[in-house]
C-alpha cells in the first residue's frame, strides 16, 4: 500500500453521466462478484484491484479501507436486490403468486449464469460473521429486515385478493421465506442445482394458499 | 513450517485408552471450533496450533495437509452430528414429534451456550464452497444425505404411528427440513437469538401435522 494517493491531489477524478465515478462503481460491481463466490475473509484486496485492473492508490481514493468497502457493498447489494424484488413482486389480479415465481425464475436463472457459484451476499457474510467488523452484524439484520417487509407487504396484498389464506401471518411467512431461502441457495450451489431452491419455493407457495 | 517431523522419526506417539491420540484429538476439536466460528479459508493452521500449544511439526504428522484436515473435521462433525439426531430422533408412542423437538431444544441449547456464534460447520463450509478444495462439494453432500436419511426414517416411523399426516413425503420433508434448518441457524446468529430456529421448526411441525 502507498501513502500517496496521486488522485486526491488533483481533485475528485471526473464522473459519468449518472453522477458515479466508473472507476468506483468498477471497484464495487467486482467486490460484489468476488464475495458472493468467496465471502469476505478471504477476498484480498489484492484480487479485487486485479480484477479491475487499477492501482491500489485509486482504490484508497475511494474507501478509508476494506471495511468501508465492505459497507458499501453491502449497501450496492441491497439497492439491487431491493430493485429486484420490488420489480417481481407485483400483484396481478388473476394470477394468484405470480409475483413470487417471476421471483423465483429470475433468481434461479441468476443461480445458472454462474453455474451455482454465487450465492447470496447478505447470506455469505452471515455465515463468517465473526470474523467481519462488529458493526456489520446489524447491517445485515437492517438489510434482511427491509426485504423482509417488502415481502411480508405483498403477501398482503396477495391475501386482500384472496389469492392467499386469511390465516396466514404475512408478517411471519415473510421471516420464514428468507430463512428457508438462505437454506436453498446453500444447497443450490453444494448440490449445483436449482432443485432445492424450486423445491423449497413450491412448499412455501403450497402453505401459503392451504 | 519445518520439513522435518521429529515425532516421526520415532515413530507414532502413544494413544490413549480408546485407542485414538490425544493431540490429534485435540487437534480435532480445535479445528471444529475455529471453523464453525470462522469458517475454512479464514482460519489458518497457526491459529489451531496456538489454541491448542503444539508445534506445527506435531500437526503434519497426524495430517499431511490443511487439506486432509478439513476433511477429518468433516468426518468428525459428521459422527458427532449423526449421533446426536440419532439419540433425539426416537418415535414415542404416546408424544406425536417429541424426538424432533428434543432435537431442536438440544440444537438451540447448543446455540445459546456459544452466544450464537457457532453455527453449523457443514453450513458454513457450504457457503465459502468455492474457496475449498474441489471434492469437499461432494464430501458436504454427502453428509446431508446422511443427516436426510436419518430425518427421512424418523418421519417415517412417525407416520406408521399416525403422527404426521398421511399425505406426507417423507423424503422430501426431510431435504426441506435441512434446507431451512441451515437458514434458521444462519439467521439464529445474525439475531443472536433462537427465535428464527424455534419459529421455522415450528412452522415445518405445524405442517407435518396438517
New interface residues.
Given amino acids: 500500500m502507498t501513502n500517496i494517493h496521486p488522485q486526491r491531489r488533483r481533485g475528485r477524478p471526473p464522473k459519468d453521466a449518472s453522477g458515479q465515478n466508473e472507476t468506483r462503481q468498477q471497484l464495487v460491481r467486482a467486490g460484489v462478484e468476488l464475495l458472493t463466490?468467496?465471502?469476505y475473509?478471504?477476498t484480498g484486496l489484492d484480487a479485487i484491484l486485479k480484477r479491475v485492473q487499477i492501482p491500489k492508490g485509486s482504490f484508497y481514493h475511494y474507501f478509508k479501507s476494506k471495511e468501508a468497502f465492505g459497507e458499501a457493498l453491502i449497501e450496492n447489494y441491497n439497492s439491487f436486490f431491493k430493485a429486484k424484488l420490488s420489480k417481481h413482486l407485483q400483484v396481478l389480479p388473476q394470477q394468484p403468486l405470480q409475483g413470487f415465481y417471476n421471483f423465483v425464475d429470475d433468481a434461479i436463472a441468476g443461480l445458472e449464469k454462474y453455474n451455482f457459484?454465487r450465492?447470496c451476499l447478505v447470506?455469505?457474510l452471515?455465515?463468517?460473521?465473526?470474523?467481519l467488523p462488529a458493526h456489520y452484524?446489524q447491517l445485515?439484520?437492517d438489510v434482511?429486515s427491509e426485504w423482509q417487509k417488502l415481502v411480508a407487504d405483498y403477501l398482503a396484498a396477495e391475501q386482500k385478493l384472496g389469492h392467499i389464506s386469511d390465516k396466514c401471518d404475512c408478517q411471519?411467512q415473510a421471516?420464514?421465506f428468507?430463512?428457508?431461502?438462505?437454506?436453498?441457495v446453500?444447497?443450490a450451489?453444494?448440490?449445483?442445482s436449482a432443485e432445492?431452491v424450486r423445491?423449497?419455493s413450491d412448499?412455501f407457495a403450497a402453505?401459503l394458499q392451504?
Fill in positions: 463466490e468467496a465471502g475473509s478471504s457459484r450465492g447470506g455469505n452471515g455465515q463468517e460473521l465473526y470474523t452484524r445485515l439484520n434482511f411471519q421471516a420464514l428468507w430463512t428457508g431461502w438462505e437454506g436453498a446453500l444447497h450451489k453444494l448440490q449445483q432445492p423445491q423449497f412448499y402453505i392451504n
